[in-house]
């Protein structure tokens, strides 16, 4: 599996049903490029990666990052001073779960980009939803290849309609849950 890749092709062409190779090369470009889309579309990377982000304070005690989910925060800093890792549950200083940075006994001050925050956030392993909702979107794209533009067919008398939407509708779903949200203080 390729770098940032959400799902094989050996995974694509048992869904699909494919026991040949000779589409191998073909498949491995959908992958790869239906990944991308689902980053695109969700406006976030899904696997894990480390950040270091500006934000504006604006006075709270709470700061929702970029990325999620949150799985270590290296160092948080206010208008140019270090908080401290929360030692404690009384302790001052900075705490967090998966999806959001805490102060005790500091505020992120008002002011523009006076917040920075180092942290990692993502998926060490892709979530098996996200991976067959990839899948779902290739199979989609790999049948439409060589019927790109054909919506219906009329077949012994009756019409066939096919969906022609980019992004299945249970694999969207799936994606929704996936987009980064940007939240407003």
């Not at 270590?72 to 549950?89: E, F, K, L, R």
């Not at 979530?127 to 077949?155: D, N, W």
């Not at 509708?169 to 996936?178: E, I, R």
């Amino acid at each position: 599996m390729a770098t940032g890749d959400l799902t094989t092709v050996a995974d694509v062409k048992a869904f699909l049903g494919i026991t040949f190779t000779t589409d191998d090369a073909l498949i491995q470009t959908l992958v790869s490029n239906a990944s991308a889309f689902i980053g695109q579309y969700c406006n976030r990377r899904i696997m894990s990666a480390s950040y270091t982000e500006s934000y504006n304070g604006y006075g709270g005690d709470t700061l929702v990052p970029n990325n999620f989910p949150i799985t270590q925060v290296a160092s948080v800093m206010v208008d140019g001073v270090v908080i401290p890792a929360a030692g404690s549950p009384t302790q001052s200083g900075f705490v967090n779960d998966d999806k959001a940075i805490y102060l005790r006994g500091y505020s992120f001050n008002t002011g523009r980009k006076n917040v920075q925050v180092t942290y990692t956030a993502g998926f060490a392993t892709v979530p098996p939803e996200l991976a067959q909702a990839c899948i779902e979107i290739i199979a989609v794209k790999y049948k439409r290849r060589t019927e790109y533009h054909v919506s219906g067919r009329t077949l012994d008398g009756q019409m066939i309609t096919y969906n022609t939407a980019d992004v299945p509708a249970s694999a969207g779903a799936v994606l929704s849950q996936y987009q980064r949200v940007h939240y407003s203080p």
